[in-house]
């Protein structure tokens, strides 16, 4: 699927749009191009059928939507989590317009 090969695309345009745009006014134009370049990145990709999903920190693991990257052990001072919570997202998931998991 095409839309997948543009991933590694959106993905490095998400993490430069949450990097502090930099004190010059060059910098701040530049961050704004980028804002700009990813939420018309965006429109494209919706407009396909295409829509992201996330899971935010304290959802239970769904082994359907979400892929284990890392599983952490609690340590002695770590307040108690119930199994399978979800700690942290390190990217959205893709579905396409039939729902299929993409990513």
């Known amino acids: 699927d ?4 543009l991933l590694p695309l959106i993905d490095a345009m998400r993490e430069a ?3 502090a745009p930099a004190s010059t006014p060059r910098g ?18 919706e407009k396909y059928g295409y829509k992201e999903f996330s899971a ?9 939507l979400h892929q284990i ?10 307040e108690p989590v119930t199994e399978g919570t979800i700690l942290l997202t390190a990217r959205s998931g893709v579905q396409d317009e039939n729902n299929k998991i993409l990513r």
């Open 69 to 78: 990257s890392t599983v952490l052990e609690p340590t002695a001072d770590a």
């Open 2 to 5: 095409y839309i997948v090969k």
């Open 17 to 19: 749009t949450q990097q």
């Open 28 to 45: 701040e134009e530049m961050h704004e191009s980028y804002q700009s370049l990813l939420a018309k990145m965006m429109e494209l990709f």
């Open 56 to 64: 935010a920190c304290g959802d239970s693991l769904d082994p359907k």
